[in-house]
Structures are given as C-alpha cells and as structure tokens.
C-alpha cells in the first residue's frame, strides 16, 4: 500500500477546493484511506494518519473511528506518538463515553515517568477530560507531583489538581499539603497556577477560606514586589510586571477580605498602591486597576480608598475605550447605593454617555443616571432625561419613560412640575409607557386640586396638538370629562386661559370617537366623557343625540356604554346628576384589592361610568358595637355602612340598580357584612328584553313612614327583585322640615339572624332644610323564609353644631313587602 499524504499535503489541497461538494469529497477519500490504515493495524503510519483526522475533525468532519487509534498512540513509547495520542484523546474524547476509561492505566505509567514532558502530557489529559472516576483514580500522582521540585511539573500539577477538586470536591484536603510552599516558589508559572489552586479551594470550602487567611500577608508581599520590581523582560507586558499573576492574587485577595475585618485591614495598603502606581496609558494597566477597584468593593475597606476605586472608575469613562466605558458603567452601577455621594461627583460625565453612539453604552448611562436622581438634583436630571427620551432609540423609550415615572413621583418638588413632567413623557413617549401610567396621571390630576383648571387647559391644547399618542388622550378625555366647565370658563390662574367653547370641546371629543387612530379603550374614555359633560354644559340634546347613536355601534363595550347611558337620560335622568358628579380626593393604598383598582383606575372595564363610590372611612368600633346591641339577644345580623360619603350625591344604590350586579367591597369592612348574592342579568341585556329588572313602585306595596321626630321624616317605598322574589328593595327617603340643614347624616340599621341586609351608599350625607330636598338609600333584604320583617334604624346627625342620635323600631312593614 503507497504511503499516505502527509498533514501539510492534505491542509493544501482542502484548501484548493472551490465549493463546499469538492472539499467534503476530498474529506471522504482521504477518511477512506485512513479507515484502510486503521484496519490493517499500519503502526507505521498511525500518527499522521491521526494527525489528519483531528485536522478534519477541527474542520467539523466525523472523526469518532480514530478514537481507539488514540489509545493505541498513546500507549507507544515513542514520544511523537503519545503527543498526537493524548492530543487526540482529549479532542475526541470527554467522560460521557465508556472508552476514556481505557486511558487511565496508560496516564497512571506516565504521570510516574522518567521524562518530565511525557508527565506533562499526562497532567495536562487528565487536566483537560478526567472524568470524577479518573480523578479519584489518579490523585494521588498528581498530589505527589504537586510536591516535586520541577517547577515545570508543578505548574501543571496544581492546573490538574484545580480540575480534581472540581470534579471530586472531597478530595480537597489531600492537597492541603502541598500548597504550604507553593507561594514561596520564585517561578511565576508556578506562582500564578497556585493562586489558582488557591482561589479554587477557597470558593470551594468556608474552612478552606478561613485556613488561607493567614495567607493575605504572604500575598500582599508578592504583590508589592511585583509593584516595586524594574523591568524584567520575561515577565514585563506592556511596562508592566507580570499584569496576569498581579490580576489572580488580587482576585485571591477578594475572596480572602470579604466579610474579615482583619485580612481587610492587611490588604488595604497595597490596594491603595496599586491603584496610584499603575499605569493607565494602555490597556494592560487599565486590567490591573479594574481587578483593583472590585476587590476594594468586596472587602471591608476604608472609605476614602472606595472613593479612590470610583474616581478610577470615573477615569474610565473618559477613556476612548468603548469597552472599559462600559466596565465603568456597570462597576458604578453597582456600587451606587453604597457610595451614593462618591457616585454623584461623576454626574455629568455619566450623563454625557448617554450621547454615546454605543447602545450597551447608552442603557447602562441610562439606568445609572436614574439611580443618580435625588431631591436635589431632580429637575436637572429629568432635563437630561427627557431630552435622552426625546431623542433616543424606541427600545429604550420605555424603560426611559418607566424611570422617569418613578422618579418623578418620589422626588417631585411641586404637583405642577410632577404633571408636567409626566405630560411631557405621554407627549413624547405615549406610545410606549406602562399600562398603569394613565390611571396613575389621573389620581395624581384628582387629587391636586389647586391644578384641575391648569391641567385641563394644558391637556386641552395637546389633544388639538396630536391625538396619535393614546395614553395621553385617554387622560385628556378622562380631564376634560371631569373638569370641562373650569376649561369652558377660563379659571386657569397658572397661564393665561384660553378661550373655548362647549361646541368646541364636543366636537373634539367626538373627534376622538371617530378617528382611526383611537383605540376602542380611548372611544371608551371620550363617549364617558362626552356623558359627564351633559350635567356640567349646557349643550345636553347634542350629548343625547351623540349617545344614542353609539348605541348601535359595532364595537360591544362602546354600544353597552351607550345603551345605558342612554338609559340614564330617559329612565334615571333624575339620578343623573349624583351618578356623574365629579371624582372624590382618590388615597392610595398598598393592597391590590377593589379599593386599589376603584382609586387609581380612572376608567375600569366593570363599569361602565367613571363614578365611583367615595373612598371608604370604618365606622368607629363603638358604633358597630352599639349597632351590635340594636334588638338585643345574639339573633342580630348588622349591616354598618361601607361607605361613607364626603361630598353629595353618590347615589351609589341607584348606580347598582342601573347596571345591575356589581362588587361592593369599595373598602375594609368594619363589622362581618354577609353580602347577599344576587343573580341579575346585565342592564344591556335587560335593555334588549321587556322584562324590567324591579316591579314598578305601584305594583301594590304601598310607601310607609318608619321616622318622624325632630324635624326629620324617613319613609320607606318598596321595589321587589324580578329575577329573586326573596330579596326586597327598599329606598329610604330622609326629609328635614325645620330651618337648618341636618349635616353628617348617618342612617344604619340591623335585622334578626335569619333575614340578610346590604345597606347602599347613600346619595349625601346632608339633609336640606324646609324639605327642599331629600336623601335616598337603598336597602337589600333577602328573606329567604318569608319572615315577617323587622329592623332596627340607628340615626346620627349633627343639627346646629350638636351631635344628635337617635334609635327606632320598625315593625309595621306592609305584608306585600315580605311575603
């Protein structure tokens, strides 16, 4: 058989082949030939045959049939041989397949070797691809090694001891005593694999951590002289002294110092030398100051040597470097709520990278310049800010956009600033903020009240500016809808008003219904706005005329709107004041129960209007006690009051009885309430039906007065639930025929065990005087056994500036209101 191609032969014709086909053809012959090789057992042949399998296997080629050639080459006594054979092994070998299991009798003879580079090859296999049997197998060669005077040996030794520990941790201790004179070794080869070793074992082990402490002075000495030598040409890179070994021990050192005062306190001299000596002109200098400015982080040191490490981080940001920018950007990143104020004086070299063309640079500026905000630097910040967000990428818009949202709201300095801050945000990034934003705004717009006539207007001028920004039109329709006639009257004090009319504002708010470019939740926002507008102008037949015809509309939400709205013209027209009456004072809360979403949601999608019930105020646990105690005995069921109003006309119950059944919990319950479940279809399907949600009032249950003392009337009127005949609706009506309002008005009551009561939010909580008005509640009482019914009513009230309370017993219902 001729003799086959050398490697260099093979390299050279691979590399003549003009398409991908030509050279997997030569692959295909030439691994032909080597299979005939391998099959008539050539010895002589064997390790360039080898050669050339690993020069196709680096290509991507299949080379697993040379595998046991491997093994065959490495058992040879030829030296030339076992290289290929050992280099083969660990390329086509690892410790998932069986046959690596073959190698170790072979590694064990040589790692006991006469000739100290066929040792090497052996700790450097066993090093690379040792599985957990082999190391356990071998340690003990290696531990041996590890102790010999060859430094050439030991380098590697302590290279495959690192890989034994990893895979074997128990057999840590075995090396335990070999690495006592590992340090004092002048070579730095061995030098740098025993800080290593070193690093390993402490990671690795708290009792191996705590036994090395000791060590820290020996270090920091070796580290000095690294320092502190001239110029040696075997160790020097760049003009400095062996930068790779002076990066391990202060890795080591990192380790050692952190969370151990004393070994801290043993390094700190050194750190602070290393951070003033080395040179900074190339990058091997700038490697050395990095590790330096980590370890001093870790370790418990003093506070003006972590001032020094930032302002060396500081310095790194000047560098034309993009990468050592970013470094910076990420070390100060971390370190910013520790050494906040030491941060702070790189202020504005940290904003200037947020000009920077790098996009890793860019977001890494971004995210440290929000950690940098604070009260006192808040509105040159959020200039920077918002300049970065008018002008940057859209993947970075919306975390800009969320940062400045939270900034804004912890650091605001005024409630104008704070509004005009996030308007800013919505006008220039609406399109990409948070979904919470919009009800945020408008908790935040409710509750500052001194600004209602100043928002509106400014939110006013940016619908007619664009109206493509969709979060920032749902809070000016949400506005508008709100505070429409402060708009309308020009009362804005903070600028100079504008001059609009009612027509004006409907025909932009019909804009907005129409547009393409709003969304069925911004349609949403207008048609309820639209609606809350008809008790604050007085262009109330172009309101119904715009309601009604959205009562056909093709998208479902907007049509249930509608319906009912149109509802509220002809059936409850009456109500319609107290139902669109303007948003109370919202509190936030910290919980995620009803009351957070009926606070900081503006528009909710289980309701189809913007009124809510007010925020709600517990009862004093003397009342609910007193209530308690109304009929006496333990067969009381109390309901007390969930909610009680600050301002007028909630008409909570009428709304419930508008849209059907919805959640009463608005707030905390005082006192256990069993809320009666009541099934209901909803008020557009009732709207499709001819069957009404209540029998009419006339329907025979005949009014009756359950009050009369003092001036103050309660009568009762009578409504019966169609879908459940058990439950009973009855509305109080409180009059006051004397001279003086009755303010405070609190109506309660309770029922025996067997009977269930849900007391409504009433619709004020004043009861005008000379009966010029009246005060209506709705009650809810399930009486499931037909029971006759009796109640108990706590009334309070303060008539004059004196408190006044009263109790009553009402036992003469009407038989048709229980039966």
């Known amino acids: 058989m001729p003799a086959p191609i050398r490697l260099r032969e093979l390299i050279r014709t691979i590399r003549t082949a003009r398409t991908q086909a030509e050279e997997r053809e030569m692959i295909q012959k030439e691994c032909a030939a080597i299979r005939s090789s391998f099959r008539e057992e050539d010895n002589t042949y064997r390790c360039r045959n080898v050669a050339k399998l690993l020069y196709m296997h680096m290509l991507g080629y299949p080379a697993h049939f040379g595998q046991l050639e491997c093994l065959k080459l490495i058992a040879s006594q030829k030296f030339t041989d076992k290289r290929i054979g050992y280099l083969g092994a660990m390329l086509l070998l690892d410790e998932r397949q069986d046959v690596h299991l073959l190698m170790t009798n072979c590694i064990k003879n040589d790692l006991n070797h006469s000739t100290q580079y066929v040792q090497g090859l052996a700790l450097c296999t066993l090093g690379c691809m040792g599985s957990s049997e082999m190391c356990r197998d071998l340690a003990g060669e290696v531990e041996k090694l590890l102790k010999t005077s060859n430094s050439y040996l030991r380098k590697k030794a302590a290279l495959c001891a ?108 050194i750190l602070a030398q290393v951070a003033t000596n080395t040179e900074t002109s190339k990058n091997v200098g700038n490697a050395i100051l990095y590790e330096t400015v980590l370890t001093i982080m870790d370790i418990k040191s003093e506070s003006g040597l972590r001032v020094l490490a930032i302002n060396i981080l500081g310095r790194f940001l000047l560098n034309n470097d993009k990468n050592i920018r970013y470094v910076a950007l990420t070390s ?31 977001r890494r500026a971004m995210e440290l310049s929000f950690a940098l905000v604070n009260g006192n630097n808040i509105r040159g910040m959020m200039k920077e800010l918002l300049y970065f967000l008018d002008s940057c990428d859209p993947e970075f818009k919306a975390d800009c956009a969320s940062g400045v949202f939270l900034a804004a ?56 500016d664009d109206i493509s920004q969709q979060p920032l039109v749902q809070v000016a329709s949400w506005c508008i809808g709100e505070y429409g006639d402060l708009l309308v009257s020009g009362q804005c004090e903070e600028e100079e008003p504008i001059q609009v009319t009612e027509d004006e504002v409907l025909d932009v708010l019909e804009g907005l219904l129409v547009s393409n470019l709003s969304t069925p939740v911004t349609r949403g926002y207008a048609l309820t706005a639209i609606m809350k507008l008809s008790t604050r102008f007085s262009s109330v037949n172009r309101i119904k005329k715009v309601v009604s015809i959205y009562g056909s509309s093709i998208d479902v939400e907007l049509q249930q709107r509608a319906v009912e709205y149109n509802a509220l013209f002809k059936k409850y027209d009456h109500m319609r004041p107290a139902l669109l009456e303007r948003m109370p004072i919202m509190e936030k809360t910290a919980t995620n129960g009803p009351t ?218 009407p038989p048709q209101s229980w039966q």
């Open 409 to 464: 709201e912890k650091y605001a300095p005024s409630k104008r600033w704070h509004i005009d801050t996030i308007m800013r945000v919505l006008t220039t990034a609406g399109s990409y903020v948070r979904d919470d934003s919009v009800p945020n705004l408008i908790q935040l717009i409710t509750n500052s009240v001194e600004m209602h006539a100043y928002t509106v207007q400014r939110l006013y001028k940016a619908l007619l």
């Open 162 to 269: 690192v890989h034994v520990i990893r895979k074997v941790p128990e057999l840590m201790e075995m090396f335990l005593p070999a690495t006592k004179n590992l340090l004092s070794e002048k070579n730095h080869g061995v030098l740098h694999t025993s800080v290593v070793l070193l690093t390993e074992m402490c990671e690795r082990s708290p009792d191996m951590l705590t036994h090395f402490r000791k060590l820290v002075p020996q270090l920091v000495r070796i580290l000095k002289n690294l320092i502190m030598s001239g110029y040696s040409p075997e160790h020097d890179v760049s003009g400095i002294s062996d930068p790779f070994l002076q990066v391990r021990i202060l890795r080591l050192l990192r380790i050692l110092g952190k969370s151990d005062d004393d070994s801290s306190e043993a390094m700190n001299d």
């Open 596 to 813: 957070e979403i009926v606070q900081t949601n503006g528009e909710t999608e289980s309701s189809a209007l913007d009124s809510k019930h007010p925020p709600s105020i517990t009862q004093p646990p003397n009342q609910a006690n007193d209530l308690l105690d109304l009929l006496g005995g333990n067969d009381v069921v109390p309901v007390i009051q969930t909610t009680l109003p600050t301002k007028p006309a909630s008409a909570g119950g009428e709304l419930l009885d508008l849209l059907g059944d919805l959640s009463l919990s608005g707030g905390p319950t005082p006192a256990p309430a069993p809320s009666v479940p009541i099934s209901q279809p909803p008020f557009l399907l009732d709207g499709l039906s001819s069957q009404p949600l209540f029998n009419d009032t006339a329907a025979g249950i005949p009014p009756m007065t359950a009050y009369n003392k003092n001036g103050l009337k309660i009568e009762f009127t009578f409504e019966r639930s169609n879908p459940n005949p058990n439950i009973s609706v009855i509305t109080i009506h409180a009059s006051n025929s004397t001279e003086a309002d009755m303010t405070d008005f609190v109506f309660q009551a309770a029922v025996p065990k067997t009977f269930q009561l849900q007391l409504l939010s009433p619709s004020s909580n004043i009861v005008p005087a000379l009966n010029q008005g009246n005060v209506t509640q709705v009650i809810r009482v399930l009486n499931p056994q037909k029971q006759q019914l009796r109640m108990r009513i706590k009334l309070t009230y303060t008539y004059k500036g004196a408190p006044v309370q009263d109790l009553a017993e009402v036992n003469n219902f």
């Open 332 to 362: 100060l990143l971390k370190t910013v709520q520790t050494d906040h104020n030491a941060v702070q004086r790189h202020r504005s070299t940290i904003v200037d990278c947020l000009k920077d063309l790098d996009v890793s640079i860019k």
